[in-house]
Structures are given as structure tokens and as C-alpha cells.
């Protein structure tokens, strides 16, 4: 349902390729999310079963479309595929078209999009393994630093610097307050970085609605957590998603002003 709602939105065959690359760059999004935790070539070896650890050929790995096909189920040991394989795939493809459609640009999206794909995978890792991956950061460092080049309307270096600041200075000090009142760590480095990179792209003037929206996105689901006692006061979440939740709102929110 959620790949015919897709296809339905396009009206360009930008918009059209922008869904196709969308597709594949979730699925190797699937792959980077598996293995970079665990410290594994995201290149080699080729993909396969982690329950029977059988190659996969190329017609296991069409995105969504062999999940569909296969029902969830490895062919060669049956073991059941999760389901959010194809919710990634699914995800990357639509904010693919979303950026393309609501930025009006053309091939100059690329670094957006190498920026979607970098927060996708953050957001998982996190939620995963409570840790954010350098690898991914500088990736997406790199991308905002093409992006500043690229792109006639991006932030001017010195709101860059500043946004760079502006996105890691919050934390950081957030992060020493915890740590005064309470003896403890408050936000780890992960975040404070992944701030900072987010900088290269939204300059200093983009970072309060990042850190609303995380703050507000964050809170609501701890708060959540609390109340169904599947936490308790002081635990640990991830905050990664919703810092990155963050900074793709305040991309659309800056596109539209």
C-alpha cells in the first residue's frame, strides 16, 4: 500500500528516477544499518541469509519487491525477513521525492539526499545500538561541504561555522550540566557531532527548529515511556531519531520560508 501511495505522488520523471534511486539506496541503507554496529565490510561480502548465511542472488534483493514476493521468508532456509527491510526501502524512496519535489532543484539534490541517507541510518543504528557511527557523520559532512559548493542559495560559510557551532554548543553544554547535577553523562558525543555536521546544511539559522522539533519529538516519547512504565525516570533513550527527525524538518521549514 505504501509503495502504491508513492508511485501515485509522482508528476516528473525526475521525480520518477528520484524513486527508483530512492529504492536502491534504502536497500544498501538495510545493509550499512546491519553491519556497521557490528564492524563489518558494508562492501564485502556480498549480501546474504543471516540465518543460513546462503548468498543472495539478485532476484532476493529487488527492493521491496522480493520481500513481497519471497512473503517475508528467506528462499533458501525460510527464516522470516523483517519487516522493516522494506519499511527502510520504502522510507528512502519517499524522502527522495520529497526533498526533489518540495526544493525544487535538480541534480544539485544529490548531497540532500546523500544527507537523507546518512540520518536514515544514524536514526536506526541508534535506536538499535545507542551509538551513531563517525563513518556516517563524516560521510555526511562530506555531502554538506559539496552542498555549501553546489548550491547558489546554501548557508554562506561564516552562517556554516556558526551553524556548526550552534549545533554542537547545545549539547555540549547540556551535556556538562547533566553531568554537574546529576554525575552522570547527559547527551553523548554521537549527537554532538551529528549537530554539527547537520550545521553544513542548515547554517546557525536552522538550529532552533532542529532542536525544537527533537526536544519536543523526544520528550513526548519519553514521556510515553514513562507513563506505559516501559521506563523509568533516568534511563537512557536514544536521541539520535529525533535529532534527526529534527534536522530533516528544519530543511523542509527553511525550503518553504
Known sequence: ML????????????EIFAVVV????????????CRLPRGES???PSSFCPDCR???????MIPVISWIFLKGRCRYCKAAISGRYPIIETACAALFVLTTRFLEADIVILPLWCLVFVLLCVAVVDWDAMEIPDGLLVVGAMAGLIWIWLVPNSPGWLDVLLGVAAGALPLLIL?????????????GLGDTKLMAMAGLFLGWQGMPAAYFIAFVSGGLYGIAL??????????????GPFLCLGILSAIFIISIQ
Open 54 to 60: 546462503a548468498r543472495l542472488k539478485w532476484r532476493d
Open 22 to 33: 530512492g529504492f536502491c539506496v534504502g536497500s544498501f541503507a538495510n545493509v550499512v544499518i
Open 226 to 239: 514513562l507513563i506505559t512504565k516501559k521506563a523509568e525516570r533516568g534511563d537512557y533513550i536514544a536521541f
Open 175 to 187: 551535556d556538562r550540566l547533566v553531568w554537574i547535577i546529576a554525575k552522570k553523562p547527559g547527551f
Open 42 to 44: 558494508v562492501v564485502s
Open 3 to 14: 509503495v502504491v501511495l508513492l508511485v501515485g505522488m509522482l508528476d516528473s520523471l525526475f
